[in-house]
């Protein structure tokens, strides 16, 4: 019982990290003392509000969207090496592809190596944990077993929506 309860905590404790990384990507606060501009120096301009991006965006008052973080974890059934789990992967990578298209999926990918069996992260924007849920149920790592989900509502930068159309325009393209 007390492995279980300390995995429990430490995927929670992990899951929080995520979220405040998440949470202060949007954060310009100087990285040093010497980055800060002195205290007789002008202020620098405000960026203006950009009402049509705010709304591209959804965006409310605070510039804040809901969205639900998927943590993928390894699942009960690795799938042996070969053409069946070549095929899955690729599916799942057009999973991805077709739901960032879609707009509902913002950001993917995985993590490092990891001991705790966290494989990698959905973002997506959407409301509820069951959209998130149908959403998940549709990519070829899930329906095969090779990866379990979990999932959490989140509330963060609506600027995170423009990751996508960012992404396409920093890779050569064949």
């Not at 705010?54 to 009960?76: C, E, H, K, S, W």
Request: aromatic content about 8%; some cysteine.
């Amino acid at each position: 019982m007390a492995g279980y309860l300390e995995s429990k905590a430490l995927s929670s404790l992990r899951t929080l990290v995520v979220l405040l990384v998440f949470s202060s990507a949007g954060c310009t606060t100087p990285a040093s003392p010497q980055q800060a501009a002195p205290a007789s120096a002008p202020a620098a301009a405000q960026p203006a509000y950009d009402a049509s991006l705010a709304r591209r965006v959804g965006a409310d008052q605070r510039g804040m969207r809901p969205y639900v973080l998927v943590i993928l974890r390894t699942g009960p059934k690795r799938v042996p090496e070969g053409d069946a789990r070549k095929a899955m992967f690729a599916g799942h990578f057009a999973n991805i592809e077709r739901l960032a298209k879609a707009g509902k999926l913002v950001v993917a990918g995985p993590f490092s190596d990891d001991a705790d069996d966290w494989r990698g992260l959905f973002l997506f924007a959407v409301e509820d944990v069951g959209e998130a849920k149908r959403l998940t149920a549709t990519d070829p790592v899930i329906t095969n077993g090779e990866m379990v989900a979990e999932y959490h509502r989140w509330y963060g930068s609506a600027a995170a929506m423009l990751i996508p159309e960012i992404h396409e325009t920093l890779s050569p393209k064949p």
